[in-house]
């Protein structure tokens, strides 16, 4: 719902999951949002900009986060440091 100059007024707006865009309940305490830095690729140093993720609990609780978090990331061309 929007007042007469335009701004969001609800109470909550509810998240998507960015792997399954399943709609994430207010009773979904599996549910995280993770905020992944933007590296510039020349000097590899944080840019001061990030990109956030939110996944379900559903997709934690099937043992799929990480895969989910990792395709997410490349998908959208962020990047990330491998540590070996």
Same mark, same amino acid.
């Given at each position: 719902?929007?007042?007469? $100059?335009?701004?969001?007024?609800?109470?909550?707006? #509810?998240?998507?999951?960015?792997? &399954?865009?399943?709609?994430?309940? @207010?009773?979904?305490? =599996?549910?995280?949002?993770?905020?992944? $830095?933007?590296?510039? #690729?020349? &000097? =590899?140093?944080?840019?001061?900009?990030?990109? $956030?993720? @939110? *996944? @379900?609990?559903?997709?934690?609780?099937?043992?799929? =986060?990480?895969? /989910?978090? &990792?395709? *997410?990331? /490349?998908?959208?061309? /962020?990047? @990330?440091?491998?540590?070996?």
């Amino acid at each position: 719902m929007q007042n007469e $100059a335009g701004e969001n007024v609800e109470m909550y707006i #509810p998240r998507k999951c960015s792997w &399954t865009s399943r709609i994430i309940s @207010a009773k979904d305490h =599996g549910s995280v949002q993770l905020n992944v $830095a933007n590296v510039d #690729p020349i &000097t =590899g140093l944080y840019t001061g900009e990030s990109k $956030a993720f @939110a *996944l @379900a609990g559903y997709v934690r609780n099937k043992s799929e =986060g990480d895969m /989910a978090l &990792t395709d *997410l990331v /490349a998908k959208n061309d /962020a990047k @990330a440091l491998i540590v070996e």
